[in-house]
T-cell receptor, first 113, second 114 residues
């Protein structure tokens, strides 16, 4: 069965520092992978998605993620954190040919001034 | 283009009542999925509809049901509400039901069961 593990329910960084949010998935074949962001009292917004076209995926707001098949990982990074990046981030997986999107537990990102 | 809209945004019900939530997808989108979000269980898939047909259902009791209309608008219904049904219910739409399709989420309906 597909599953997604996000390491760290809370991550705190200083403004201007590197953001690294970790995501590992379990799947027998590479699935489609997504990162979403959720601001308080809002729905989820897609940051980026991996659909096997390229292993390094660039998304919105300066975020990017690298698909590493050997590590079954899809970590999200941003070179320089901004206060507006404070939110909850969800990694999600959808098997090729599948219907159901499976979400990780989420990582809340805090950005310190 | 207008985004996904959900009504109502907030709702308070008492145990035993039933509730109907509505979702209007982005114009042209034919697939609608529903999720329940709670602090304890996170985001859990409820069901997905495409062209008025339920394609997949999550692991929820039969009290949870849904439907999709010919204009792609969708409703979900929860009967005999329990305290544990208190959650944020999110609807997402996509152009088709393909696995690679981007889902666009609405702001959610926050349900509180007393």
């Amino acid at each position: 069965a597909q599953s997604v593990t996000q390491l760290g329910s809370h991550v705190s960084v200083s403004e201007g520092a590197l953001v690294l949010l970790r995501c590992n998935y379990s799947s027998s074949v590479p699935p489609y992978l997504f990162w979403y962001v959720q601001y308080p009292n809002q729905g989820l917004q897609l940051l980026l998605k991996y659909t096997s076209a390229a292993t390094l995926v660039k998304g919105i707001n300066g975020f990017e993620a690298e698909f590493k098949k050997s590590e079954t990982s899809f970590h999200l990074t941003k070179p320089s954190a901004h206060m507006s990046d404070a939110a909850e981030y969800f990694c999600a997986v959808k098997p090729t040919g599948g219907f159901k999107t499976i979400f990780g537990a989420g990582t809340r990102l805090f950005v310190k001034a | 283009k207008a985004g996904v809209t959900q009504t109502p945004r907030y709702l308070i019900k008492t145990r035993g009542q039933q509730v109907t939530l509505s979702c209007s997808p982005i114009s042209g989108h034919r697939s609608v999925s529903w999720y329940q979000q709670t602090p304890g269980q996170g985001l859990q898939f409820l069901f997905e509809y495409f062209s008025e047909t339920q394609r997949n259902k999550g692991n929820f009791p039969g009290r949870f049901s849904g439907r999709q209309f010919s204009n792609s608008r969708s409703e979900m219904n929860v009967s005999t509400l329990e305290l544990g049904d208190s959650a944020l219910y999110l609807c997402a739409s996509s152009l088709t039901a393909g696995a690679e399709e981007t889902q666009y989420f609405g702001p959610g309906t926050r349900l509180l069961v007393l």
